[in-house]
């Protein structure tokens, strides 16, 4: 008889995989997820909102909901919907229109109409919010043919008139001075918030010499903004100017509690920095820039069971040791308790590991290990059990395939027995023929997952932070029991 699976850990496999943009096979896959446990997809979907960084699968979850036959689910989605930015719900209706192939339903349509209805309520915020997405909006109010306010069809259908912060916006972008441009960019920024990008998109470089211009952008910056701009503002020399440092490190702490900055974002400001030849600075700014990604994958909780991280070196796996880097440099600061980390190819390879988020560290422990080799995925098994070393968990970054022995399926074997069941995390390189694997035999339940970038050169920083939030739970079914207990959406919206 075929072994039953709990389909949770197919849900929590697809959850730590890269969606690359594939929305028609996400689409698919939420859909089987939603239709298999309503219940358990509710919670998901909540917990996912506040917990999850991949934004496909956040709208999919919403607009999944929305589309349900059951009032209760699409009560709920329509409430999920309400938490998101205007591009992020106008991305819902075009996935439902162009992914799906489906009509808005009549309760989605009404839920957008208030959300809109909502914001027309405070006309000076939602003159702001038109700087930000007035395309967005646009389509919104297009799409479900819904009758814009008098105040939404002066700001989005008619041209923009003297005094609204639309006019000023395009008296800006006519003047032709710097003098006149700086006058006219004070007393804008002197409004309050602000779109940055629409502004600095408005201005030239030289405005950034002003210190009042460049303390009064370097405000109106939302910390995402401040860490995907920073090679910018190294350039324009805010990096080095004490006031300006003072503003970029306020932000970098508000960056610790912003849900919509990613928790490995600082990484990708790091390289930046270096790409750009800014080496001092780059130097300068990675202490603080590595404490706040520690800060962000702390939130996803600390590691506090041994693991190991059993890394293939054998031919054409080069993939997996950047792979083995970049995930080394991400646990290990979150590890309380010990990390071995194994390369493997028909023997094994201890390495050992930086207890460090630095990437620099990961790279020098790694730089002896070459790619090449028979491949014998239970010789990393056989060495932890030689070496009388118990682990909790074990990350395996390989393609899984092995062609000489010992094979993983005998050497688990005897480890199972000797200390128990591990629990097992496949990090999944390339393709893999199921016919040269032994593991699958194992019936033992395994999370697999590929979190590398569409071009599986590096790894994907939206997909490795899922892959912290599944090692630092006690076991993966605590994870599952997190998501079963999480609190719905206090009250949801009425549905007609």
């Avoid at 938490?83 to 009509?103: D, G, I, W, Y």
């Avoid at 001075?177 to 998109?201: M, Q």
């Avoid at 939302?222 to 324009?236: D, E, K, W």
């Avoid at 590890?335 to 790279?363: E, N, R």
Wanted: hydrophobic share 40%.
């Amino acid at each position: 008889m075929a072994q039953e699976k709990d389909y949770r850990i197919d849900i929590l496999s697809s959850l730590l995989t890269s969606s690359h943009g594939k929305l028609e096979e996400l689409a698919k896959q939420h859909q089987v997820w939603q239709d298999a446990d309503p219940y358990f997809y509710e919670r998901l979907a909540a917990w996912y909102l506040d917990n999850g960084e991949v934004r496909d699968h956040k709208h999919l979850f919403a607009t999944t909901l929305c589309l349900s036959a059951e009032l209760e689910s699409r009560s709920i989605g329509c409430l999920l919907l309400m938490q998101f930015a205007p591009f992020e719900v106008n991305r819902c209706v075009s996935l439902v229109k162009e992914v799906l192939h489906r009509n808005i339903p009549r309760s989605m349509a009404i839920a957008i109409t208030n959300y809109l209805r909502k914001r027309e309520q405070d006309p000076e915020g939602f003159e702001r919010l038109v700087l930000f997405a007035r395309n967005e909006l646009k389509r919104l109010y297009a799409a479900l043919h819904i009758k814009p306010s008098a105040l939404a069809q002066s700001l989005l259908f008619e041209q923009a008139t003297e005094g609204t912060l639309a006019g000023k916006l395009k008296e800006l972008a006519k003047a032709r001075s710097n003098e006149t441009k700086r006058d006219l960019l004070l007393e804008l920024l002197a409004t309050g918030k602000l779109p940055f990008t629409v502004i600095n998109s408005l201005i030239p470089k030289e405005l950034w010499g002003y210190p009042e211009v460049a303390r009064g952008l370097l405000q109106i910056m939302t910390p995402m903004q401040v860490l995907n701009h920073l090679s910018m503002l190294a350039a324009r020399g805010k990096l080095q100017d004490d006031e300006s440092i003072e503003i970029l490190r306020k932000k970098m702490h508000q960056a610790r509690n912003d849900k919509r900055v990613a928790s490995l974002k600082a990484q990708r400001a790091i390289e930046a920095l270096r790409k750009l030849g800014e080496l001092g600075i780059a130097d300068e700014w990675e202490t603080a820039l590595n404490e706040l990604t520690q800060a962000r994958l702390e939130k996803k909780g600390t590691i506090t069971r041994s693991t190991a991280m059993l890394v293939d070196k054998s031919s054409s796996m080069e993939k997996a040791i950047q792979l083995a880097r970049d995930i080394g440099a991400t646990l290990a600061p979150l590890c309380k308790q010990s990390l071995h980390v194994v390369a493997f190819d028909g023997i094994p390879y201890p390495i050992a590991a930086p207890m460090t988020g630095d990437i620099g560290a990961w790279q020098h422990a790694f730089r002896r290990i070459k790619a090449g080799g028979i491949t014998s995925l239970g010789s990393a098994i056989a060495w932890l059990n030689k070496q009388d070393t118990q682990v909790e968990q074990i990350v395996l970054i390989s393609d899984a395939e092995e062609n000489t022995k010992p094979s993983f399926f005998d050497e688990y074997k005897k480890y199972e027995a000797r200390y128990g069941e591990v629990d097992l995390y496949w990090v999944q390189v390339g393709t893999t023929d199921k016919r040269t694997m032994s593991w699958w035999r194992l019936g033992t339940p395994c999370i697999k997952g590929q979190v590398t970038e569409l071009d599986a050169r590096k790894a994907d920083y939206f997909s490795i932070p899922n892959l912290v939030s599944l090692l630092a739970r006690p076991s993966w079914m605590d994870l599952v029991f997190e998501i079963a207990s999480y609190p719905l959406p206090a009250e949801a919206p009425p549905i007609a």
